[in-house]
C-alpha cells in the first residue's frame, strides 16, 4: 500500500519549495527570504538544509573544462586582469566574452570606450555588444590606407556605437600625419575631441596584429627589428618581452600614445590562432594589454612559448 504524505510534510515541502526557489532563484538573501516569508532567519535556514536533503535543491561543481584551465594558467603566467577562453575557431564567439568583460566593467555613461582594428575586432563587433547607453566611441588610430573592411575602423566605430546605444566620435585622417597635418587636425574640432579622448579611454576592444614582412601595413622595419618584431597594437609595434621596436615614420603616428593605453584600466586584446601566440605575449608584456579574449589554439601555444621562455 502507497503512504499518502501527511498534509504537515507537505506544509514542510511547500515551505522548503518556497524558500529554495526565494534564495536561490530570486537571490534574496535568507534574511530577506524571511521576512518575506514571514519567519525567523534559523528556520530558513534549517528550510533551505532540508530542501538540500529532501532533493528540492540540487548543487552541483561542475569541473573546470581545458578552456577554464589554460585561462587560469595564462592569468597567473602573464598577470592578467582576466582571461576568457574559447573552445573553438569561430572569432565571432569572442564577443559574448568581450561583452561579458564590458559590463562587468560598470562602466557609467560619459566613460570612453576605444576600438582597435582587425579581422577579430571586426568579429566580436559583429557578433554583437551589450547595451551601454551613453558611452563614447572612439577609434584608436587614423584610417590604413588599405580597402579591405577590416581596416575600416571607423565603420567599427559606428556599429559599436549603434549596439550600444553610445555616441560615436569619428577620426577623419590617415593613420600616419606630417607635421603640417597635425598641426592642422589639431585645430578641427572633431579630430581634437578623438585626440583628447585618447587621454582618458576607460575601456579598450584591441585588437593584435602580426608583423608580416612586406604585407601593405608593414611599416619598413630594418632587418635587426624585422627579426624581433612579433607584433603590434594600434601601430606599436613590439618584441617578445614587450620592448617597443622602432620604425620609420613613428613620429607621424596618428594613434593613442603606447603610454595612454598602458594606463586603461580595461585593455582587452582580442585575438585567435596559434601563430599569435608570440604577438599576444609582446602586448600584454608591453603593459598595453591587460585582458585576454582569446581560444585554446592561441592559449595552449602561448603556454608553451612562455615554458620555453623560462
Known amino acids: 500500500m502507497v503512504r499518502r504524505p501527511t498534509s504537515a510534510r507537505l506544509l514542510n515541502r511547500s515551505l522548503m519549495h518556497a524558500a529554495a526557489r526565494l534564495h536561490y532563484l530570486d537571490g534574496l538573501s535568507q534574511l530577506e527570504v524571511s521576512r518575506r516569508m514571514e519567519v525567523s532567519t534559523a528556520?530558513?535556514?534549517?528550510?533551505?538544509?532540508?530542501?538540500?536533503?529532501?532533493?528540492?535543491?540540487?548543487i552541483q561543481v561542475v569541473d573546470f573544462d581545458e578552456a577554464d584551465i589554460l585561462g587560469e594558467k595564462?592569468?597567473?603566467?602573464?598577470?592578467?586582469?582576466?582571461?576568457?577562453?574559447?573552445?573553438?575557431?569561430?572569432p565571432a564567439a569572442l564577443g559574448a566574452e568581450v561583452a561579458a568583460l564590458l559590463q562587468r566593467a560598470g562602466l557609467a555613461a560619459g566613460a570612453v570606450l576605444a576600438i582597435g582594428w582587425g579581422r577579430t575586432v571586426q568579429s566580436v563587433i559583429a557578433a554583437g555588444l551589450p547595451q551601454l547607453p551613453g558611452l563614447v566611441v572612439v577609434p584608436t588610430t587614423g584610417g590604413m590606407s588599405e580597402t579591405a573592411s577590416h581596416f575600416q575602423i571607423n565603420e567599427f566605430v559606428r556599429k559599436a556605437a549603434a549596439q550600444m546605444g553610445a555616441e560615436a566620435r569619428f577620426l577623419h585622417a590617415p593613420s600616419t600625419v606630417s607635421d603640417e597635418l597635425?598641426?592642422?587636425?589639431?585645430?578641427?574640432?572633431?579630430?581634437?575631441?578623438?585626440?583628447?579622448?585618447?587621454?582618458r579611454v576607460d575601456a579598450a576592444i584591441l585588437g593584435i596584429g602580426l608583423y608580416h614582412r612586406g604585407a601593405g601595413s608593414d611599416p619598413g622595419l630594418d632587418a635587426a627589428a624585422a627579426e624581433a618584431?612579433?607584433?603590434?597594437?594600434?601601430?606599436?609595434?613590439?618584441?617578445?618581452?614587450?620592448?617597443?621596436?622602432a620604425w620609420p615614420g613613428m613620429h607621424g603616428l596618428m594613434s593613442i600614445s603606447r603610454a595612454e593605453l598602458q594606463r586603461i584600466p580595461l585593455s582587452i586584446g582580442a585575438a585567435m590562432g596559434?601563430?599569435?601566440?608570440?604577438?599576444?605575449?609582446g602586448a600584454v608584456r608591453s603593459g598595453m594589454v591587460n585582458a585576454l579574449v582569446t581560444d585554446t589554439r592561441a592559449a595552449a601555444a602561448m603556454l608553451e612559448l612562455l615554458a620555453a621562455d623560462g
Not at 618584431?229 to 621596436?245: F, K, N, P, S, T
Open 43 to 58: 528556520t530558513v535556514s534549517r528550510l533551505l538544509a532540508l530542501a538540500r536533503e529532501e532533493g528540492i535543491v540540487r
Open 74 to 90: 595564462l592569468a597567473l603566467a602573464l598577470g592578467l586582469q582576466a582571461v576568457r577562453v574559447i573552445d573553438g575557431a569561430l
Open 182 to 199: 597635425r598641426a592642422v587636425l589639431a585645430r578641427d574640432l572633431d579630430a581634437a575631441q578623438v585626440i583628447a579622448a585618447w587621454g
Open 229 to 245: 618584431a612579433v607584433g603590434d597594437v594600434a601601430r606599436h609595434y613590439v618584441d617578445l618581452e614587450g620592448r617597443d621596436i
Open 274 to 281: 596559434r601563430e599569435k601566440a608570440a604577438a599576444i605575449i
